[in-house]
C-alpha cells in the first residue's frame, strides 16, 4: 500500500534561516494538507491545497511560510525566517475527498 | 467556533477491561466525525469515520448528536490497543477538508 513520505525526518535550523520541508504525496491524490504539532500541543491545521493553490489557511500561516509542488509531484512547505516557536512536529497529509493519509513528520528545532 | 474536547489526557485500564475515550465537539450542523489513532513511533492512521458505521480493531463509535459527542468504545482492550488517540472532525473551507484535532487521549493498557 502506498504512503505518504517526508524528508527530512529531523531538521535542525538556526533562527532566521530557511527551511524546505518535503513530501511526496500517494499519486492520483489530489488534496494536500500541512499540520504541526508542537511538543505537548494538539495537531493543528497549517494550510490545505488543491488544484495548485491554497484552498485554506489557518491564522499560523502568515507570511512566512508558504507552499508549492514545483514538480507537480512533490509538496513543500518553505519556512522564510524561522523563529523558536517553529519548533515542532511537521505532518504532511494527502487524500481523496473523503480521507487524509499521514506522513510520518518532520521535526523541526530550531535553535 | 469549531471546537473538540478529549478530557482525558491519559486512560488507563487493564487488558479485557473496557475502553471508553471521550470525545465532545461544537459544531453547527451535521458533523462528519474521524478517530485517528497514533501507535508508538507510527504516523497518524485513521481509526474509523461515524458515517461508515463500521467496526475496526474492534473499536465502534456513535455519533450522539443530543450530547454532542463521538466516545471511542472498545469492550475488550488489547495490550496492542496502546497508543495517542485523537478525535477529529473535518470542517470544509473551499474545495478541502481541515482537520481538526482533539487533545488526544493517551490509552495505556495494562498487562
Known amino acids: 500500500e502506498p504512503e505518504v513520505t517526508q524528508t527530512p525526518s529531523h531538521q535542525v535550523t538556526q533562527m532566521g534561516q530557511e527551511v524546505i520541508l518535503r513530501c511526496v504525496p500517494i499519486?492520483?491524490?489530489?488534496?494536500f494538507y500541512w499540520y504541526r504539532q508542537i511538543l505537548g500541543q494538539k495537531v493543528e491545521f497549517l494550510v490545505s491545497?488543491?488544484?495548485?493553490?491554497?484552498?485554506?489557511k489557518s491564522e499560523i500561516f502568515d507570511d512566512q511560510f508558504s507552499v508549492e509542488r514545483p514538480d507537480g509531484s512533490n509538496f513543500t512547505l518553505k519556512i522564510r525566517s524561522t523563529k523558536l516557536e517553529d519548533s515542532a512536529m511537521y505532518f504532511c497529509?494527502?487524500?481523496?475527498?473523503?480521507?487524509?493519509?499521514f506522513g510520518p513528520g518532520t521535526r523541526l528545532t530550531v535553535l | 467556533a469549531q471546537r473538540v474536547t478529549q478530557p482525558e489526557k491519559l486512560l488507563s485500564v487493564f487488558k479485557g477491561a473496557p475502553v471508553e475515550l471521550k470525545c465532545n465537539y461544537s459544531?453547527?450542523?451535521?458533523?462528519?466525525l474521524f478517530w485517528y489513532v497514533q501507535y508508538s513511533r507510527q504516523r497518524l492512521q485513521l481509526l474509523l469515520r461515524?458515517?461508515s458505521r463500521e467496526s475496526i480493531k474492534g473499536f465502534t463509535a456513535d455519533l450522539n448528536k443530543g450530547e454532542t459527542s463521538f466516545h471511542l468504545k472498545k469492550p475488550f482492550a488489547q495490550e496492542e490497543d496502546s497508543a495517542m488517540y485523537y478525535c477529529?472532525?473535518?470542517?470544509?473551507?473551499?474545495?478541502?477538508?481541515?482537520?481538526?484535532f482533539g487533545t488526544g487521549t493517551l490509552l495505556a493498557v495494562q498487562p
Open positions: 497529509a494527502n487524500g481523496d475527498t473523503d480521507t487524509q493519509y
Open positions: 499519486s492520483n491524490h489530489l488534496y
Open positions: 491545497f488543491y488544484n495548485n493553490e491554497i484552498s485554506e
Open positions: 459544531y453547527s450542523g451535521s458533523p462528519e
Open positions: 461515524h458515517i
Open positions: 477529529a472532525p473535518p470542517f470544509y473551507g473551499g474545495a478541502t477538508n481541515k482537520l481538526i
